[in-house]
C-alpha cells in the first residue's frame, strides 16, 4: 500500500491563481482530511469528508473547495490564491478508528 | 471544541536527560493520541489513550492520562537526537474535528 499520496510535492503560485493539490489514499478509508501548517505552527483543519459524497468545513475553509467523488480522491481546489495561502498542506485519512494517517505534504508559496 | 493546552511549547533537552511535555483540558477529555512530526516531515500517530488513569509504554517513551481525564502527559527517558521533533496531543471529543495546537517542539543538545 502507498498509503496517503499528495502531489504537487511543492508548487509557486502567483496571487490570483488557481490550483488543486491532489490526495489520493489506497487503504479504503471513509474519512479524509485537509489540514495545513504555516511555520512553528500546528495544523488548522481546513475541510475533511466522512465517505464518498459527503464534505464538511473545518476550522479554516475560506478560500478552498474540496470534493469527494470517489473514496480514494479528496482534492483541495484554491481559487484565486492569496500570499495567506502559504502554507504547507497535509491531507490525512482514517479507517474510523481516529489514527489519522498522513501524507508527506504540500508546500505551496504563493507569490 | 475544547481548548486543550500543550505545555511547554518548546523543550531545550541535553542527550541523555529526561524530559516531560504536558497536554492540559478545562474540561474532560474523550480519548487523547499523541503524534510526532520530524523537521520537515509529516505527524506520525504515536498512541492513543482511552481509559482514566491509562498508562503506556513505546521503549522509551511513556504516555499517560490523568485520572479525571482532563490531562496527558509523554515522558521521554534518556532523549536522543531522534526525539528531535515536535510532539502533538490531541482530543478526540469533537468527533472528525481534529485539533492540533502549536505541540512541544524538542530540540537536543549532544
Known amino acids: 500500500n502507498a498509503g496517503v499520496t499528495q502531489t504537487p510535492k511543492f508548487r509557486i503560485l502567483k496571487i490570483g491563481q488557481s490550483m488543486t493539490l491532489q490526495c489520493a489514499q489506497d487503504?479504503?478509508?471513509?474519512?479524509m482530511y485537509w489540514y495545513r501548517q504555516d511555520p512553528g505552527m500546528g495544523l488548522k483543519l481546513i475541510y475533511y469528508?466522512?465517505?464518498?459524497?459527503?464534505?464538511d468545513k473545518g476550522e479554516v475553509p475560506n478560500g478552498y473547495n474540496v470534493s469527494r467523488s470517489t473514496t480514494e480522491d479528496f482534492p483541495l481546489r484554491l481559487e484565486l490564491a492569496a500570499p495567506s495561502q502559504t502554507s504547507v498542506y497535509f491531507c490525512?485519512?482514517?479507517?474510523?478508528?481516529?489514527?489519522?494517517?498522513f501524507g508527506e505534504g504540500s508546500r505551496l508559496t504563493v507569490l | 471544541g475544547q481548548q486543550v493546552m500543550q505545555i511547554p511549547q518548546y523543550q531545550h533537552v541535553q542527550e541523555g536527560e529526561d524530559f516531560t511535555t504536558y497536554c492540559n483540558s478545562s474540561?474532560?477529555?474523550?480519548?487523547i493520541q499523541w503524534y510526532k512530526q520530524r523537521p520537515g516531515g509529516h505527524p506520525v500517530f504515536l498512541i492513543q489513550?482511552?481509559?482514566?488513569?491509562e498508562v503506556k509504554k513505546q521503549k522509551r517513551l511513556t504516555f499517560q492520562f490523568g485520572e479525571a481525564k482532563k490531562n496527558s502527559s509523554l515522558h521521554i527517558t534518556a532523549t536522543q537526537t531522534t526525539d528531535v521533533g515536535t510532539y502533538f496531543c490531541?482530543?478526540?471529543?469533537?468527533?472528525?474535528?481534529?485539533?492540533f495546537g502549536a505541540g512541544t517542539t524538542v530540540t537536543v543538545r549532544a
Open positions: 490531541v482530543d478526540l471529543s469533537n468527533d472528525y474535528k481534529l485539533s
Open positions: 487503504m479504503n478509508h471513509n474519512y
Open positions: 469528508s466522512v465517505g464518498a459524497g459527503i464534505t
Open positions: 489513550l482511552v481509559k482514566s488513569g
Open positions: 490525512a485519512s482514517d479507517s474510523g478508528t481516529g489514527e489519522l494517517f
Open positions: 474540561t474532560t477529555l474523550s480519548n
